[in-house]
């Protein structure tokens, strides 16, 4: 499926060429009664090779997503998880500037910590609710054999 705007430039370079483009060497502009060395022949090569893989690229580039799917998808994964630690990092550490903030979280995370300690490690029948509660999510994480 070739674009019209493409295709009609390419008619309109056709009828542009040159008198002295030979078509028999690849619309190369040469001479009409020079024929081409031997020597230039490696490069033809090599410039046939890139023509063929650049006017391929699309189709390589479409053809390694889709076999390295799942592999580029974790890569991304692990890249914005990195970013995220590095933008939370970055905004704790301009809040922690301000005087009165930093002190302010040392007591929300200690009073979270007793809390938690209150909350679930106090009696036994709530230690026995958080070690259900972790079962259930290695269950629900890593699947019912994980636990066995």
Do not use: C, H
């Not at 295709?7 to 483009?21: D, I, M, N, S, V």
């Not at 033809?44 to 006017?55: F, H, N």
């Not at 259930?136 to 636990?147: H, I, N, P, Q, W």
């Amino acid at each position: 499926m070739v674009d019209p705007n493409v295709q009609a430039a390419a008619q309109e370079f056709e009828e542009q060429k040159p008198a002295f483009a030979n078509a028999d060497v690849g619309g190369m502009l040469t001479s009409p009664s020079a024929s081409a060395p031997s020597t230039d022949q490696p490069w033809k090569v090599y410039a046939e090779t890139t023509k063929d893989i650049l006017g391929n690229l699309r189709g390589y580039v479409v053809e390694f997503f889709v076999e390295f799917r799942e592999p580029l998808v974790t890569l991304l994964l692990i890249l914005l998880a990195a970013v995220a630690v590095v933008m939370t990092r970055a905004l704790l550490g301009a809040l922690n500037s301000f005087p009165l903030l930093s002190p302010l979280f040392e007591l929300i995370g200690f009073g979270y910590s007793v809390w938690f300690g209150f909350r679930y490690l106090w009696k036994q029948d709530t230690r026995q609710e958080l070690w259900a509660n972790l079962g259930k999510l290695v269950d629900e994480t890593f699947g019912s054999s994980a636990a066995s």
